[in-house]
């Protein structure tokens, strides 16, 4: 997909505040957008913060499997529904969004006239096939917001550097925010983002397999704890599992493992309030 420059794409701090900027730009005070659930939680946090309204659906079903349903999603269209995000790979649980998956998103946007912001952080961390956006199917580039930072992919999370790229309008929308907010993200570090994107880095490739294999590694080992289920990450660096025959909450779980053996997960609760029986794993440290 090509998009222009200079009318189409907003240099942002970090995509949070590429989400904020959004927020602001496009919901009203009456406005709602849809997330699938899990989530990862700072996006329920920036829309309470700014005082917006959304609504969840949940995608995670009972033995790991997920499923985009249709007909949860019409049932959380409301005449005020404004907006629809969806990220993939997800964070939490490593989900890489189907074909099908994809298409229906499309078409119910389409059907109901949403502008959908995708999530693609995670873009550069498939583990099986290539990463596929939404904006590339028919009709949905011109009312896709496609969300992106250096933080995942090139590890330059402190450096802070995001983007949004749309159609002009939407952009248009958004700057008048940006720039009366955070005017730019610091320049030398816009030189840094440029460099990574236009060198060929191999870190990043051994980064990647880096994942592959540490994630192979834990996902053989949870499938010998009897009672443990969870979903089977295609991609991110995420394992979102659930911890509910141990009798403990994931809060309960996370902290009798910090305690006991100093390591540190994240209780599912973080990423939408139904998952308190489940708890992240991150395996971006080493093994």
Request: glycine share 6%; with cysteine; charged share 25%.
């Amino acid at each position: 997909m090509d998009y222009d420059p200079m009318t189409q794409v907003v240099v942002t701090i970090g995509a949070s505040e590429a989400l904020d900027a959004i927020w602001a730009a496009f919901l009203d005070r009456d406005d709602e957008i849809i997330i699938p659930s899990p989530f990862y939680g700072a996006y329920t946090k920036g829309l309470d913060y700014a005082d917006k309204k959304y609504a969840l659906v949940p995608i995670l079903k009972e033995g790991g499997k997920v499923e985009y349903n249709r007909k949860d999603f019409e049932a959380a269209l409301t005449p005020n529904t404004k907006l629809l995000l969806i990220n993939s790979p997800n964070n939490p649980s490593g989900y890489v969004m189907t074909d099908e998956d994809l298409q229906m998103i499309a078409d119910f946007a389409k059907e109901h006239d949403l502008i959908v912001i995708s999530d693609d952080c995670y873009d550069n961390y498939i583990f099986e096939g290539e990463f596929k956006s939404i904006a590339a199917l028919p009709g949905m580039k011109e009312r896709t917001l496609i969300v992106n930072s250096t933080s995942k992919t090139f590890s330059m999370t402190g450096w802070r550097i995001g983007y949004v790229i749309g159609n002009p309008t939407f952009i248009d929308a958004i700057l008048k925010i940006h720039a009366q907010t955070v005017v730019c993200p610091s320049i030398f570090a816009q030189v840094g983002a440029v460099v990574a994107y236009d060198e060929e880095i191999p870190e990043v490739k051994e980064m990647f397999h880096a994942f592959l294999e540490r994630k192979e590694y834990i996902a053989e080992f949870l499938k010998t704890i009897e009672g443990v289920s969870y979903v089977e990450p295609k991609g991110a660096f995420y394992i979102f599992m659930d911890i509910g025959s141990t009798g403990m909450t994931g809060f309960e779980f996370c902290q009798k493992l910090l305690e006991e053996k100093g390591v540190t997960l994240s209780p599912g609760n973080n990423f939408g309030l139904e998952w308190e029986n489940y708890v992240r794993i991150s395996y971006a440290c080493s093994l």
